[in-house]
């Protein structure tokens, strides 16, 4: 890092020894707080959704057995061609036949029995029970309940108190529920139901009890489930996933544009500190020069090789502040068709003698290409910006090669330039385009980013490549000419 770069954060941050307030990271705290946001509402729902299927099946379920129990009533009470005021309800309890007409006793007797079983041959049925008016069991398909009194029991007393069915379901056999005294036990979920039957003025006479298990419908049920919770899964997945990726496309555009912020308002205050410098530097180098020069020729020979190091120092300090300028100053130039190949023997004929004195061997094949768009003082720039690099990394001879490649679409044109020289390590490389950042003793560290900064501008590309001991290669993609839209 050259001391500018140390001097320039300084400048920019106000500070010299606090650190920086942490980053927000955007995409980790929405990864994170979506996750638990979407996980919950898909939780919710799945569980809202399994609980309204499970009830909705079971209530469904009891409806259809309290019509069908009560079509069965209808039909058996008609069936013996008792009088249409007499309801099954008023039939099932035998204690009462003693206060009925003893004619219809026998008609009786056979429509509730027939009644009766049908109610014990009811499929998936575990237990029934039928209930007098005195919540007493008067019968049941497991005899050792009949008799017992189950007075106050919540769910008897609803059905007894409002003429509809009440249904219930259970995981589990309850040990407090002391009619609960199956034939054989259930395996899976079962459902308790209560079906009033009434009499011939509205009222609830006898309650029918039936504990089923429903195999076809737990199944349903559970492949509902099934089917609720994936597709809450993957409806929760998809929208993750689709959150995320916004996000992630809108974070990186986010450090994107910080990015370019930040190098825009860093060249912009890199303009007026250039300009600072070069008016502070600018007329003393002049001066030192020109001092230099002159005291050049009045001197004894052994001096004279101090004079020419001052001379040599006070031109590198001058190429210094040139190119602190040219890399703060805006871009400016319209697009224009340049020929590359004479751009390349322009720019190497400029550097011919630092070429043979280097020891450095082009190989260079200058072979037909199309015309590029780009700007020809820019391009110049550029060029002499990365020849300069490549022969500086290789001062103990070399070889520079130049390759011009257009690519098989014929819409762009490669230009790579690669040397033999020390290369660079994998942080160098990575940290190659930063602004200020730079390996080369004395250097600034903005020919990079001038070079990334013209190639930019004008629809272009610069990727490098480097190992050390090995060399490094840097390849400008241009746009050519004929496809500049």
């Known amino acids: 890092m050259s001391a500018l770069s140390v001097i320039w954060d300084r400048y920019t941050t106000g500070k010299t020894g606090d650190s920086p307030p942490p980053e927000f990271n955007l995409l980790r705290w929405f990864s994170l707080v979506s ?61 009462q036949d003693a206060y009925h007409p003893q004619s219809m006793l026998a008609a009786r007797q056979r429509a509730r029995s027939e009644f009766l079983d049908h109610i014990a041959l009811l499929p998936d049925a575990l237990l029934a029970n039928v209930y007098g008016a005195d919540r007493v069991i008067v019968w049941s398909t497991n005899p050792s309940l009949v008799g017992k009194d189950l007075s106050g029991h919540d769910d008897l007393e609803q059905a007894f108190a409002h003429p509809r069915q009440v249904a219930t379901s259970y995981d589990a056999v309850s040990g407090s529920r002391s009619e609960q005294k199956f034939l054989r036990a259930p395996r899976t979920l079962f459902i308790e139901n209560y079906i009033p039957l009434l009499d011939d003025q509205g009222n609830v006479a006898t309650v029918v009890e039936i504990y089923k298990e429903p195999r076809d419908l737990v199944s349903r049920i559970q492949r509902g489930f099934m089917l609720i919770w994936l597709a809450s899964a993957l409806g929760g997945g998809l929208i993750y996933l689709g959150l995320f990726w916004i996000v992630r496309r809108a974070s990186l555009l986010l450090a994107q544009q910080q990015s370019q912020l930040i190098a825009n308002e860093t060249f912009v205050a890199l303009g007026e500190m250039s300009s600072a410098v070069a008016h502070s530097l600018r007329n003393p180098l002049a001066s030192i020069r020109s001092s230099a020069e002159l005291a050049q020729d009045m001197v004894d020979p052994p001096v004279r090789k101090n004079i020419t190091d001052i001379i040599s120092q006070v031109d590198r300090m001058s190429k210094w502040v040139r190119e602190l300028l040219i890399s703060a100053r805006p871009m400016s130039g319209e697009f224009e068709a340049v020929e590359p190949i004479a751009a390349i023997h322009e720019a190497l004929h400029g550097f011919d003698q630092q070429i043979r004195h280097s020891g450095v061997r082009v190989e260079f094949r200058a072979e037909a290409a199309p015309a590029v768009i780009s700007h020809r003082v820019l391009l110049a720039q550029v060029l002499n910006s990365l020849l300069a690099n490549a022969i500086e990394a290789m001062p103990n001879g070399g070889l520079l090669r130049i390759e011009v490649t257009p690519d098989s679409s014929g819409k762009r044109l490669a230009l790579a330039i690669t040397d033999t020289g020390q290369g660079m390590s994998r942080k160098q490389e990575t940290l190659a385009f930063k602004p200020y950042y730079t390996t080369k003793q004395g250097g600034l560290g903005v020919g990079l980013v001038m070079v990334k900064r013209i190639m930019e501008r004008f629809g272009g590309q610069v990727s490098l490549t480097s190992r050390e001991r090995e060399g490094t290669r840097i390849c400008l993609n241009f746009k050519v000419a004929g496809e500049r839209g």
């Open 35 to 95: 996750l638990v946001v979407i996980a919950s509402v898909a939780i919710g729902l799945g569980v809202i959704s399994t609980r309204f299927v499970l009830t909705e099946s079971i209530e469904r379920d009891a409806m259809l057995s309290a019509q069908f129990i009560q079509s069965i009533a209808d039909a058996e009470t008609r069936h013996v061609a008792l009088p249409a005021s007499m309801t099954m309800g008023e039939l099932l309890d035998a204690r």
